[in-house]
Structure formats: structure tokens, C-alpha cells
């Protein structure tokens, strides 16, 4: 059972295109919150331009206190509802969320899919920020091409990571 003073990841899910609003909202509130945004090519029919989108669009991650806090984040404008199963929210473990920060923050393009990709091996992954995480082969090259799931939210990453990072899975 949370306590008063337990800090935990939630997933808000947003009205459509409020995502930024939110967290600013957020932030003037001094709440913690994490918008995971890429960058992508837009054409126009004049020009192209790299935008930052929301890499999952109508989320917005919280770090709060659910029993004390959850009021303030359902009433800012934008906010539909916290992402739950049986009306209980989902807490996301902290390193689903540190692990999808390393991954922005190292560049390498992020494909997102709500269905998985083409199943394969399964395999584990021991080193890197995937550490202890099992994820399932798509295609080898040079590197091995994975997905990983974030179980809170049904979500597939599709990444390429060095197969020095994977071994088979331990029956």
C-alpha cells in the first residue's frame, strides 16, 4: 500500500495535441513530469523541418504521491484520466522510465508500435540500459535489432543494440 511520502511514476493520458500544454501545467506546479518527445522530418509543400513531437502521443509520465497529488493533476486542463487497470492506476517502475530517458538521450532513432513486431528468439539482455530486461529478435545485422516492452503501457520500442549485449534466454 502507498504511503504519504511514496514517490511514484504514473502514465497521464492527455487530451489530443495537449501533451506540452500539460506539462508546463505540470511544471508551474512543481510537480515532476516527463514529456519523451523525438525529432522528426515534416514536409510541407514549400520546406522541410525537424520538429520535436511527443513520442507517445496524448502521454505525459508524473512522478507524484497518488494519494496526496493525483487531485491537482486530474484538474489541470488537458488531463483525461491517469492511465489505470480495474480504476487502480499503474505505477511505472522508475527504471522503465530511466531506461527510456538513456534511450532518447542517445539519439538513435525510436520506432514506436502499439502491436509487437514480428516475433522471434527471446532473448535477455545483460548490459546497457536494458539490463535484466528480456526482449524478442526482430532481425540481425550487424547489430540485433530488438523490441522492448514497457509493460504499464502495452507499448513496443523497436532499437538496434550490440549483440555483445544479448545472450540467450536461461530456461
Known sequence: METTNDLRWYAIYTKSRFERKVATALDELN??????????LKQWSDRKKWVEEPLFRSYVFVRINYL???WQVRQLMGVAYFVSSKGIPIPI????IEALKYLLASEQPVEISMQPFVKGEVIQIFEGPFVGMEAEIIEVSKKATIQVKLSALDTFFKLEIPKSYIRKRMA
Not at 510537480?31 to 522528426?40: H, R, S
Not at 517502475?93 to 522503465?96: A, I, M
Request: proline residues 12%; aromatic residues 6%.
Open 31 to 40: 510537480i515532476e513530469n516527463f514529456l519523451p518527445l523525438k525529432q522528426t
Open 68 to 70: 496526496r497529488t493525483n
Open 93 to 96: 517502475p522508475g527504471n522503465q
